[in-house]
């Protein structure tokens, strides 16, 4: 641990901390240096003095969700990485507002056991995030989504802590959300409440194994990767073209910077190999990949995957 995160900061607070914790086995890439601490809160009370204490000592903080969409620098980063992974932030709670078709997801809640538990209750709504791992905070942060819609498309409302360590609810008609972005403030999203519709378990579970045939079908679902590396760009027309065309196009497919290699199976997939990897070489070949699609077609790519480490985050 350095000296700018001290263990006073959460000392006296309901949570598990590690100092110098391994990222790397969090995330899906599986690669990536340590954090300073990493920090999982028991409850709200204990995150929202947290998140007070690291604001008055500016202290950077940043959450964890999955580890889907995440490469760590190989040097790890500064500062506190919060884990909502307390069963306080994984609940689901039905019935909200008296209504069956309405629910609360915390934070830490997975998405993909989610939306099998909502298909055994024949709600629908949702099912248009089967296939995409992440955690209710970052699927909402990120306005998660793909081919058959996003998460943004049942939001009701949405709860932030404020770095401040206040709560704040944002309902649906303050937020939009379009393509891989929300104007949801900064901050930790506690919960969403979700619009459902009643449906049948059948119904449910026939459109879940159609959008997952079809991701298994187009992606390569067993590599050791983050998903897609870039959005897809929009052009000036205002249509949106694939990222993963343009960088097939450009004969990027197999292009490989040491450990980490363009997909041959969906060029917008970098994958790494199981042992030895390095984030280092995913930057490195994420930079190139921009680079030369830019000189292929004029059109600058927009990383779709965090990058956290002051090394790789330009």
Same mark, same amino acid.
């Given at each position: *641990?350095?000296? !700018? ?31 300073? +601490? ?6 709200? !009370?204990?995150?929202? *003095?947290? *998140?007070?204490?690291?604001? @008055?000592?500016?202290?950077?903080? %940043?959450?964890?969700?999955?580890? $889907?969409?995440?490469? +760590? ?19 689901? =709670?039905?019935?909200?507002? &008296?209504?069956? =078709?309405?629910? %609360?997801?915390?934070?830490?809640? $997975? ?10 209750? #024949?709600?629908? &709504?949702?099912?248009?995030?089967? &296939? ?8 909402? %942060? ?11 498309? !049942? ?5 932030? /802590? ?5 709560? %704040?609810?944002?309902? @649906? ?32 579970? $026939?459109?879940?194994? =159609? ?9 390569? *679902?067993?590599?050791?990767?983050? &998903? ?17 065309? /343009? ?28 042992? #030895? ?5 995913? $930057? ?7 680079? @030369? ?8 790519? =927009? ?12």
């Amino acid at each position: *641990m350095t000296v !700018a995160t001290p263990s006073s900061l959460y000392a006296d607070l309901q949570v598990d901390a590690i100092p110098d914790a391994q990222l790397a086995p969090l995330t899906w890439y599986g690669i990536g240096g340590k954090a300073d +601490v990493l920090i999982s809160p028991h409850d709200v !009370a204990s995150l929202s *003095m947290l *998140m007070r204490r690291c604001h @008055r000592d500016q202290i950077p903080v %940043r959450v964890l969700g999955s580890g $889907a969409n995440l490469l +760590v620098s190989d040097s790890g980063v500064d500062g506190v990485v919060i884990r909502l992974n307390a069963p306080a932030f994984k609940c689901v =709670e039905y019935n909200q507002y &008296g209504r069956v =078709e309405a629910l %609360r997801a915390w934070g830490g809640a $997975a998405t993909e056991q989610l939306i099998t538990e909502l298909a055994r209750r #024949g709600l629908a &709504g949702l099912e248009q995030m089967a &296939g995409i791992p992440s955690s209710i905070g970052g699927a909402l %942060r990120m306005n998660a989504g793909g081919k058959f819609g996003s998460i943004g498309d !049942a939001v009701h409302s949405v709860n932030v /802590l404020q770095h401040d360590g206040s709560e %704040r609810i944002y309902l @649906r008609e303050s937020l939009s959300f379009d393509y891989r972005h929300t104007n949801i403030p900064e901050g930790i999203i506690l919960w969403g409440v979700f619009e459902l519709k009643e449906s049948t378990t059948l119904e449910v579970r $026939a459109r879940l194994k =159609e959008y997952y045939n079809y991701k298994k079908t187009t992606q390569p *679902m067993s590599d050791y990767s983050s &998903g897609c590396m870039f959005k897809n760009p929009l052009l000036h027309d205002g249509t949106r073209v694939s990222a993963g065309k /343009l960088i097939d196009i450009a004969g990027l497919k197999g292009l490989r910077v040491g450990s980490a290699w363009v997909s041959p199976v969906h060029g917008n997939f970098i994958s790494v190999e199981k042992t #030895g990897a390095r984030a280092s070489d995913v $930057a490195a070949l994420v930079e190139e990949i921009t680079t @030369r699609v830019f000189d292929a077609h004029g059109i600058t790519l =927009e990383r779709e995957v965090v990058f956290w480490g002051t090394d790789i985050e330009s």
